[in-house]
């Protein structure tokens, strides 16, 4: 595969990343993907492409804005990527509404083999008027699970048990 051709592949990969996780509008798919950094490597013998610097990712209402981003492909073919950010943030507009989903992290992880995405440190998580925090959220596209947790924090000798928030407003 030439060097033009594996770097419009990775950029299609990333497209992926989100478009499980939101129930994203299906005409984003059709749509070009633009990404913007100061700079991109691309390593074919590892399968890795990595942009950074201020890297800004549009693909029809998707909108991802990382510090970095990387995109692999393992050895079964499956696609994987990581932004990371302070924070790295997505929005997206979901199908059949006017609603957005929207999320940030510091680091922002998509498993394509198993079809999860990850969000480390700081989570955010808005679908709608419903929003979660953590430090850590996830969901499994296949099993449509999802998951908020938070770590134990330590302030010198005195350890407190961190807490996730969710705020679900009623549907009218």
Same mark, same amino acid.
């Given at each position: ?18 478009? =499980? ?58 696609? =994987? ?31 394509? =083999?198993?079809?999860?995405? =990850? ?54």
């Amino acid at each position: 595969m030439s060097t033009k051709n594996k770097y419009i592949y990775y950029v299609f990969v990333i497209s992926i990343l989100f478009c =499980h996780f939101a129930i994203s509008e299906e005409a984003d798919s059709d749509k070009p993907i633009e990404i913007e950094a100061d700079t991109m490597t691309v390593e074919e013998t590892k399968n890795t492409s990595t942009y950074e610097g201020d890297v800004i990712l549009t693909q029809g209402s998707l909108l991802i804005n990382a510090d970095k981003l990387i995109i692999r492909e393992d050895r079964q073919g499956f696609q =994987h990527s990581t932004s990371i950010g302070n924070p790295t943030t997505f929005r997206q507009k979901m199908e059949g509404s006017d609603e957005y989903i929207e999320g940030k992290a510091l680091r922002i992880e998509y498993d394509g =083999h198993m079809d999860k995405i =990850h969000l480390y440190e700081k989570a955010f998580v808005k679908r709608g008027d419903d929003e979660v925090w953590g430090d850590y959220i996830m969901y499994d596209a296949t099993s449509e699970f999802a998951q908020a947790l938070s770590r134990k924090d330590e302030n010198g000798s005195e350890t407190k048990k961190g807490r996730t928030k969710a705020i679900i407003k009623p549907k009218k």
